[in-house]
């Protein structure tokens, strides 16, 4: 997937653990574990939202575009 | 889902009750037809006086018309594999998708050289060439075949579907 979603980052900048972010989310661990590993094929803009909201971050912060080779 | 369990029960029911017998009594002609010629008349319609000379073609299409009955009771044994996957709420398992095809293609098939046969069985032993227009059984079987061919590649797009809803976070 082309779109590279660095959760782990700031996460541990944080001081974050996976499990608390899915609960103030409110997602499942088992869908930000889909999230993290680039599995998802897609998000919404209320998840998108949500995550930003909890980790006090910019969606860039947590999106990156890297060129598939 | 009541439907779908009434349903099974139906073709579970055609299965045991129909199917399995024909399949024995289809093994048993099979034979029987090369011991007893005079058979050949309960399959192809005609009296002796028409089907003797012509014993071993009559012989012939009387194979190829039993072996399109295995085809279609194979298309009915898909058809219960298939529900069982309904049944555990697996419907876009990837052997529906492929029962679906085969059932179709092979209905489509047994459409087309069904009403091959039929016109000329009439040819060969009737000396008449009809080809039935309108709602023929034959016909029907191809729409059939056809209609659960274009289901499989539904099916093929709604699993897409699925599969990204599924990985939407």
């Not at chain 1, 989310?25 to 939202?49: C, D, H, Q, Y």
């Not at chain 2, 045991?16 to 024995?24: E, L, S």
């Not at chain 2, 060439?129 to 539904?154: A, Q, R």
Request: hydrophobic share 55%; charged share 20%.
């Amino acid at each position: 997937m082309a779109i590279r979603v660095n959760l782990d980052r700031i996460l541990a900048e944080r001081g974050m653990k996976s499990y608390e972010l899915a609960e103030i989310v409110g997602i499942t661990t088992a869908n930000l574990s889909i999230l993290k590993t680039g599995k998802a094929k897609a998000m919404r803009f209320s998840t998108l939202e949500a995550i930003c909201k909890a980790l006090d971050c910019q969606p860039g912060a947590i999106l990156e575009y890297v060129e598939d080779l | 889902m009541r439907k779908l369990v009434i349903l099974k029960s139906l073709i579970d029911f055609v299965w045991i009750v129909t199917c399995i017998p024909a399949i024995a009594l289809l093994a048993f002609f099979t034979v029987y037809m090369f011991i007893e010629p005079k058979a050949l008349e309960l399959i192809l319609n005609t009296d002796k006086s028409v089907v003797a000379p012509f014993s071993m073609v009559g012989q012939l299409f009387a194979l190829l018309f039993i072996a399109l009955a295995f085809v279609s009771i194979y298309c009915l044994y898909l058809f219960r594999k298939t529900l069982r996957y309904f049944q555990r709420v697996k419907p876009f398992h990837s052997d529906v998708i492929a029962n679906f095809y085969k059932i179709g293609y092979l209905l489509t098939g047994v459409g087309v050289l069904t009403s091959l046969l039929v016109v000329i069985v009439e040819l060969v032993f009737k000396g008449t060439f009809k080809i039935y227009l309108g709602l023929s059984p034959y016909l029907m079987l191809l729409c059939l075949g056809l209609f659960f061919m274009v289901l499989s590649e539904v099916f093929k797009i709604a699993k897409v579907a699925k599969e990204e809803n599924d990985l939407t976070v």
